[in-house]
């Protein structure tokens, strides 16, 4: 598919300024371009980049002033990042195969299930489970006993979702992932063994959720766990039992929410986060990656780091002083052995 | 289905304390009840919920003396935790569809498969593997040759587990859980490439082990790597060839233990925590979340945290002092301005 | 399969000190050794078990002098890891069932599938699909459309290849591992929602390979993801979207890497690291496990530790003094009050 800068500019609303006829195949990134390509800018520390790019148009903010000629036709927008994310719905390829429904699955006939639907090889749809209209379902697939899946959603290879959990309408959950599993509870007996806590609750995945590979969610011990309106989970994360996780929140690879955490909205987790559990954060909380969160943050939009969590600019700056510990220790040795020496010989110098 | 509150007393040894006749018909959490269902109370912390709860009955401590009045029926225990458990099994529905073997998997004939047994759809169990009574296999399941598997086990879609590894009786081994995958073994060579060491050893789980989603366990180099009787292992943990976990240790969500590290019995073992290869650890020891563990424990039942890992009141009171770190440093400071001075100027102050 | 001493001796080139004739049926840890078995000596804290083993033969530098008689043949090599993991080739056996194709597997016809490959039940070959020549193609994977996967090639059950990536030579990738799911990119809206970007990269995994079970790498956005030569990576790692990562870097288990950050060659990683994305690291760079890395490493071989990451010496003597915090408050507290004493009552001390 080639398109002309102008084509692409009317697509994302932005003003061309060069040869408007230019073709552009594909995307590229500022600091590796090729030729019939379009590329953005939108850091400044790219900036030197701008001037000598081998693509054929760049996307620019809407009053950047170039310092030096730039060769490639400008497209400039409101919103680079913005414009960008439009324009790879225009270049992005169908991530599945067609919409066919294999007959190498195996779909209970008292599974409900939708119109334009995809099933693929190998993959089992159990009793009373329900698929909305338009949902693909990639191959090896589980998707357990009274299971609901609304419309337009996208399950890799490998998901297993075990019995009775929900997931809303236009979700992503890639592959391997799974949902549902039991949450970690156990009741300690006196010889020291474990006694199981059945998990009776589910799992509910609301609308525009996109879930990573190999990441687990934890159906709740009673009632759910949840995970709001258009959530965004990384890789590899693990959300416990009875976990809320509120609309907009956005996780990092490989963090952990422990058991019955209410997390708000719109809050921001960085990579490796732990949020110990029956805690609550407030909306719009950002955790830097590898942060212990230990209790419950009431202050919105706040920023967080360290194990335990203290506010981010309190941690930068006594690991600034951490880093000079051995020097700062040093320093007090020498005032205790200046006041010794003051003391034992107290006439004052000259 | 539903029990009378005097039902539910004598499953679980209880006294009833108010209307025996209320009818009860799913558990709910003590900050969350519906009509109809059970809640229990342990945690005083609660304790408000308790004289406004809409629940029918209260699992309660013994000797609990309420100070308002509480319009459920309380069910008097001894240990409301193991009363809680116990219960949930009376509720818990079957996980597992029933127990048939799916003409879509494929089971090889020199397998020995036990009675009883169920194997999900597009399984396949390999040559002279052995499935004990009882136990139930998911879809998507491999079960490598020779692979020893015992009785009453639950194996959820999707788990790999390699050629000769073996799992106990009474096992249950979530959705997607590798066991028996390489160790982590290669030698370095003279141009900096690394030579694969074939992993010769197997993984041996013991009877009544619970192993979370997409957790991994890797089989010895040489000799087995050991999961001892009624350990419980969270989701997306990783144990490495050689590990030795001891008896009902439990560890959480996303830890991680080193190759050949032995962990004695009944540890607790937070999230995200790691444990260096090639070290012991002492029955009874406790790490708290993101806990880095870089040297033996010797001193049972004893409690640790930071990176490495020193004991807990230490990191504590230490970290309290290290959030004050600027301060410190500005009062060091201070001092040795005032020192200075006392020195330019030895007059003493009148 | 049972060998003399002598044959192992021709077989790693070394040279046979004792009995050439005793028979090695299998290898065994120096630490728990059995008859009948060959076991290695190379770090000298195991010496004393030398002189009480039960192994028919030992494996030891070529110079090294015993304290004391040992009952052992011993072969004397240059380089006991190399010739240790040249033997364990010897006595692996293989991981995969023989090498044909599953007629329960469904493998597109326009695929182009090399000679004397396996592939196994239930997995699934999308169209214009490479596999090359001796490949094994364990149960339940599924390799997407334009995938190009090199010769003798290992891919263990449940692994998912996401579309047009490409796979070197003689790589080994375990279960459940997932190659090319979307990288984590999303545009933050002005209603607090994000739009996906959508991923157009591939990821490049280049020959000599190792990937670990439920380890996760994504594809770059634009333009690949690339694994190196050489490179191998341990169980539960995250890679995300146009991360870089140089020959022959080693990275242990529930490490991840953050976006279009650039690895050089031959570095070491601890487990559970985290590395920031956009920023470089120089070859030979070694992280201790838990490391958090925050900015670019531009010195080559260099050590670190801590959150963020500092020189690894730095750390530990920091480290030091942190668990010592309380003691070295204390003594500041005194030298004020013996300052303030001393300002108070001015008089020298007789």
């Given at each position: 598919?080639?398109?002309k800068a102008l084509q692409i500019?009317?697509?994302?609303?932005?003003?061309?300024?060069?040869?408007?006829?230019?073709?552009?195949?594909?995307?590229?990134?500022?600091?590796?371009?090729?030729?019939?390509?379009?590329?953005?800018?939108?850091?400044?520390?790219?900036?030197?980049?701008?001037?000598?790019?081998?693509?054929?148009?760049?996307?620019?903010?809407?009053?950047?002033?170039?310092?030096?000629?730039?060769?490639?036709?400008?497209?400039?927008?409101?919103?680079?990042?913005?414009?960008?994310a439009f324009l790879f719905d225009?270049?992005?390829?169908?991530?599945?195969?067609?919409?066919?429904?294999?007959?190498?699955?195996?779909?209970?006939?008292?599974?409900?299930?939708?119109?334009?639907?995809?099933?693929?090889?190998?993959?089992?749809?159990?009793?009373?489970?329900?698929?909305?209209?338009?949902?693909?379902?990639?191959?090896?697939?589980?998707?357990?006993?009274?299971?609901?899946?609304?419309?337009?959603?996208?399950?890799?290879?490998?998901?297993?979702?075990?019995?009775?959990?929900?997931?809303?309408?236009?979700?992503?959950?890639?592959?391997?992932?799974?949902?549902?599993?039991?949450?970690?509870?156990?009741?300690?007996?006196?010889?020291?063994?474990?006694?199981k806590i059945h998990q009776l609750?589910?799992?509910?995945?609301?609308?525009?959720?996109?879930?990573?590979?190999?990441?687990?969610?934890?159906?709740?011990?009673?009632?759910?766990?949840?995970?709001?309106?258009?959530?965004?989970?990384?890789?590899?994360?693990?959300?416990?039992?009875?976990?809320?996780?509120?609309?907009?929140?956005?996780?990092?690879?490989?963090?952990?929410?422990?058991?019955?955490?209410?997390?708000?909205?719109?809050?921001?987790?960085?990579?490796?986060?732990?949020?110990?559990?029956?805690?609550?954060?407030?909306?719009?909380?950002?955790?830097?990656?590898?942060?212990?969160?230990?209790?419950?943050?009431?202050?919105?939009?706040?920023?967080?780091?360290?194990?335990?969590?203290?506010?981010?600019?309190?941690?930068?700056?006594?690991?600034?002083?951490?880093?000079?510990?051995?020097?700062?220790?040093?320093?007090?040795?020498?005032?205790?052995?200046?006041?010794?020496?003051?003391?034992?010989?107290?006439?004052?110098?000259?």
């Amino acid at each position: 598919m080639q398109l002309k800068a102008l084509q692409i500019a009317q697509l994302i609303k932005g003003t061309v300024d060069g040869d408007p006829n230019v073709l552009i195949s594909a995307p590229s990134k500022i600091d590796e371009t090729y030729p019939q390509t379009i590329t953005f800018f939108a850091n400044p520390k790219f900036e030197e980049h701008l001037y000598q790019t081998q693509a054929a148009a760049i996307i620019i903010p809407k009053d950047f002033e170039p310092k030096a000629p730039i060769t490639a036709t400008l497209i400039r927008v409101e919103d680079v990042y913005s414009a960008v994310a439009f324009l790879f719905d225009h270049f992005s390829r169908k991530a599945m195969p067609e919409m066919t429904i294999s007959p190498q699955s195996v779909i209970h006939p008292d599974a409900n299930i939708g119109k334009e639907i995809g099933v693929g090889h190998f993959s089992v749809i159990e009793k009373n489970a329900t698929i909305g209209n338009q949902t693909a379902i990639g191959t090896n697939v589980y998707i357990g006993e009274g299971v609901k899946i609304g419309k337009n959603v996208l399950i890799y290879s490998g998901v297993k979702i075990y019995h009775s959990c929900e997931i809303g309408d236009n979700c992503i959950i890639h592959a391997n992932a799974v949902i549902g599993s039991d949450g970690f509870g156990f009741a300690p007996q006196e010889d020291g063994t474990y006694k199981k806590i059945h998990q009776l609750g589910i799992v509910i995945v609301e609308d525009d959720v996109e879930i990573g590979a190999n990441t687990t969610i934890d159906r709740g011990t009673m009632g759910p766990t949840v995970i709001k309106k258009g959530v965004k989970l990384d890789n590899l994360i693990q959300i416990a039992h009875n976990v809320e996780v509120g609309e907009n929140t956005v996780i990092a690879a490989q963090s952990g929410i422990a058991g019955s955490a209410k997390l708000g909205k719109n809050i921001r987790i960085g990579g490796q986060v732990a949020i110990v559990g029956h805690i609550s954060i407030a909306d719009g909380t950002q955790f830097q990656g590898k942060t212990g969160v230990g209790s419950s943050i009431t202050k919105e939009n706040s920023a967080w780091w360290g194990i335990p969590a203290i506010p981010y600019m309190e941690y930068m700056r006594a690991y600034i002083k951490f880093k000079d510990l051995p020097n700062i220790e040093s320093r007090l040795r020498l005032l205790e052995k200046k006041l010794e020496e003051a003391n034992n010989n107290p006439e004052p110098k000259i």
